[in-house]
């Protein structure tokens, strides 16, 4: 039985390349191995793959007696349905630890780096194979886009160094420009409808028994969203109307670096605690100055003010 290799749901680029690299380190180990993807990729990932001649992941929901390996999350709320009724075999990640659990060992390797492809860049050396042309790409394109140019404060010494190597193996030259290049895609919210903003990279958790649901829009300039944030703050409504407790809303701009964060919540002066300010205003938002990271800078004082 082939060994399903998949990101989190709403999958983002490194989801995706992560999926595709692991399924192919796996191959390579021996071990059958097909990425898969809880979803369509996003049209920055659909760049990435085009641009170095990948094919985007079939699209899977459901772990049913398979075997699996997960990346980029171990979340059971960001994971496969019915996790529980599949056999996870591997956990390639760099966020906090999930409630993922497994009665069988398994291989697992987390780090707290900026990219999955960081992690994945140092299991290829450590198994001793080569990384493709295509992937090395790829994971280069994760490492950017997950770290925002290395802007991003979860953005390591050991992201930076991964993209100088991975930048050669792909033949790259001056990969901050293609990373710009893709940034801009991501960042593009011309014509699209809140409802695909607010899901763009939309993540549940499970915060002190209470459902919270943190999304993210990084643009160029916070200004493209002025029109939109009305019917943004109605999505974070309507999403909050079905069983949870908070839905916040990060609008990154990347060259201001910080957010602001639209807040629906039955309590948020959880939020402001988390924060350290006020909730306000006719959006119900505050701004966060130097925020970019929700798994490092918002994830954390959320948990705790939740706790
Ligand atoms: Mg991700
Ligand atoms: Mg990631
Ligand atoms: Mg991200």
């Known amino acids: 039985m082939a060994i399903i290799v998949v990101g989190h749901k709403n999958p983002d680029c490194d989801s995706i390349t992560a999926a595709i690299a692991v399924a192919d380190l796996l191959s390579k180990r021996g071990m059958e191995a097909t990425p898969v993807a809880q979803g369509p990729v996003t049209p920055d990932a659909a760049f990435v793959l085009e641009k170095f001649g990948l094919t985007a992941p079939a699209i899977e929901t459901d772990a049913t007696d398979k075997e699996i390996a997960l990346v980029d999350h171990s979340d059971l709320a960001q994971s496969l349905n019915n996790l529980d009724k599949g056999k996870v075999v591997c956990i390639v990640d760099h966020h906090k630890l999930g409630d993922v659990t497994t009665p069988n060992p398994l291989e697992m390797w987390v780090m707290p780096v900026g990219c999955s492809g960081t992690v994945i860049k140092a299991m290829y050396d450590f198994y001793g194979i080569a990384i493709p042309k295509g992937i090395a790409g790829a994971l280069l394109c994760a490492i950017l886009n997950d770290t925002v140019l290395f802007k991003s404060p979860t953005c390591t010494d050991a992201d930076k160094a991964a993209c100088e ?43 002190g028994g209470k459902k919270v649901g943190i999304g993210q829009v990084e643009v160029l300039d916070l200004g493209l969203l002025d029109k939109i944030k009305p019917a943004l703050v109605e999505e974070c409504k309507k999403l909050q109307a079905d069983g ?47 925020c970019m990271s929700r798994k490092k800078q918002v994830v954390p004082p959320m948990e705790k003010a939740f706790a």
């Open 165 to 207: 190597a991975l930048a050669k193996l792909a033949g790259v030259a001056d990969y901050k420009a293609l990373g710009m290049d893709m940034l801009k895609i991501k960042g593009s919210v011309d014509g699209i409808p809140a409802v695909d903003l607010m899901n763009r990279d939309y993540k549940d958790f499970n915060m």
């Open 244 to 290: 949870r407790h908070t839905v916040m809303l990060l609008l990154t701009d990347i060259m201001k670096e910080g957010s602001e964060i639209l807040v629906v919540s039955q309590d948020a002066s959880l939020v402001e605690k988390a924060f350290g300010g006020k909730v306000g205003g006719a959006l119900n938002s505050m701004w966060v100055d130097g």
